[in-house]
């Protein structure tokens, strides 16, 4: 069994104010990194995969990987009360398999 | 239309019932996917496919049974329904990334209530 561990409990945040979630992995060889959005009710969507080390851009998603300490972060700038959600970590292993983290729940509060 | 449908997408059902869930996909994926989710214990892979003759477990398919009927149709049965397998079910699909892992779709899934 992989462990994908999100440990926060519901994060929030004011509108406007960066969101910070983090996410750690317990498979070493895991080299492709995910984050999905859920909408209660709803099905995860991709929003960030990021593969190296390092930090990944998208809009106003920052996805953070450092390997060697085995997690990976999501920033939301500028956070939205769309933006609230719960956010999923997802690590792949093998054979194109995804572990799932147990999810944090964001609050953006206008 | 979506490209990946589920049917039915709400379910009652009574303990020791036959039940099959339905997942169909328009985006040309091979590779198919079953999961459940339950609050508090995030999703979990049930079976996977990566082409209509590949059939594999995932990390709780005790219980379960599939069928992948085409390379667009993976349907997930429940030989003998028990209230533990209450849950919201997903079907994803996704299709070989460029040196990394595939991306997975999903579906909007399917919430299964056994009495």
């Known amino acids: 069994q992989k462990e994908v561990e999100q440990n926060s409990g519901p994060l929030s945040v004011p509108e406007g104010a960066i969101a910070s979630l983090n996410c750690t992995y317990s498979?070493?060889?895991?080299?492709?990194f995910f984050w999905y959005r859920q909408y209660s009710g709803k099905s995860p969507e991709l929003i960030m995969s990021?593969?190296?080390?390092g930090d990944k851009e998208d809009g106003r998603f920052t996805a953070q990987l450092n390997k060697a300490s085995q997690y990976v972060s999501l920033l939301i700038r500028d956070s939205q009360p769309s933006d609230s959600a719960t956010y999923l970590c997802?690590?792949?292993?093998?054979?194109?398999?995804?572990?799932f983290g147990k999810g944090n729940q964001v609050v953006v509060i206008p | 239309d979506a490209d990946v449908t589920q049917t039915p997408r709400n379910r009652i059902t009574k303990t020791g019932k036959r039940i099959m869930l339905e997942c169909s996909q328009t985006?040309?994926?091979?590779?198919m996917y079953w999961y459940r989710q339950d609050p508090g214990l995030g999703l979990r892979l049930i079976y996977y496919?990566?082409?209509?003759?590949?059939?594999n477990k995932g990390e709780i398919s005790d219980g379960y049974s599939v069928s992948r009927q085409a390379q667009a149709k993976f349907s997930l049965s429940l030989e003998s329904a028990i209230p533990n397998q209450t849950a919201l079910y997903f079907c994803?699909?996704?299709?070989?990334?460029?040196?990394?892992?595939?991306?997975?779709?999903f579906g909007p899934g399917t919430r299964l209530t056994v009495l």
């Open positions: 496919s990566f082409d209509v003759k590949d059939i």
């Open positions: 994803a699909t996704s299709d070989p990334g460029r040196g990394g892992t595939d991306t997975q779709y």
């Open positions: 985006k040309g994926h091979d590779r």
């Open positions: 997802a690590v792949a292993y093998g054979n194109n398999r995804l572990a």
């Open positions: 498979d070493r060889v895991s080299q492709s």
């Open positions: 990021i593969y190296s080390n």
